[in-house]
């Protein structure tokens, strides 16, 4: 099971991580989008932090649906909507939980790429961060239905998202910013799809090692 504590760690992290990144995913962001994707994400994940502190004694649920509505009020953007409602359905979907399962991380993580996809209409191989949340969350629930422990399968829904981030590289972009580009969108990973691979690394390593 996954505590509450280990879902704030993880939020707490997953703040951390898009720190060290900020200039990274900037970077990806330059030729194919605005240069703003990790300064984005760390604003988003500062404020973020800010918040915590007012929540931290509610529900799983309450948590979450509080970091989506401040991605959403923070961040400017396509990155930003985007990752709110990631947050938000998840926290819709766990609801009054204290502690989450390996069902209940799937049912989780499948709320929220729905949301994304409602939100952002993106399909499959349109070169977005759901080409690499979707892989991710269908190698989480193979994994956890065949019996695997969290461990294992959070470390093949983050080998899972990783694959589907570099498959970006080839693919023609067809949502968001860098689909203006047309075929000069050829050859450069998406900056989301790569937020959307640290987002599940940092689960495997914060929930990974204790189940
Ligand atoms: P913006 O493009 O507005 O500058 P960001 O740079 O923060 O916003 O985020 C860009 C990322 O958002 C892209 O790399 C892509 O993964 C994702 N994205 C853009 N549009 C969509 C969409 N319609 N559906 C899903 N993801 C999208
Ligand atoms: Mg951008």
Do not use: C
């Not at 509610?58 to 948590?63: H, M, N, R, T, V």
């Not at 910013?177 to 000069?184: C, H, I, N, T, V």
């Amino acid at each position: 099971m996954i505590s509450k504590d280990a879902v704030l760690a993880w939020i707490r992290t997953l703040a951390d991580v898009y720190h060290e990144n900020r200039q990274y995913l900037t970077e990806l962001d330059s030729p194919i989008g605005d240069a703003d994707h990790g300064i984005n994400m760390d604003r988003g994940f500062q404020k973020v932090l800010e918040k915590l502190p007012g929540v931290e004694d509610k529900d799983i649920g309450s948590i979450l649906k509080t970091v989506g509505m401040t991605l959403v009020s923070t961040v400017g953007g396509a990155g930003g909507p985007l990752y709110g409602t990631f947050f938000m359905r998840a926290g819709m979907a766990i609801d009054a939980k204290e502690e989450l399962s390996a069902e209940d991380l799937v049912t989780m993580f499948q709320a929220a790429l729905d949301g994304v996809i409602q939100r952002g209409k993106a399909e499959l191989n349109d070169k977005t961060m759901v080409d690499a949340i979707t892989p991710a969350v269908e190698a989480l629930r193979e994994a956890v239905s065949s019996g695997a422990s969290l461990s294992e399968a959070l470390s093949k829904a983050a080998a899972a998202a990783e694959e589907g981030m570099k498959a970006t590289i080839p693919m023609l972009a067809k949502k968001g910013r860098a689909s203006y580009l047309g075929e000069r969108s050829i050859g450069h990973q998406d900056p989301g799809a790569t937020s959307s691979y640290l987002l599940f690394k940092t689960a495997y390593e914060t929930w990974g090692q204790a189940n």
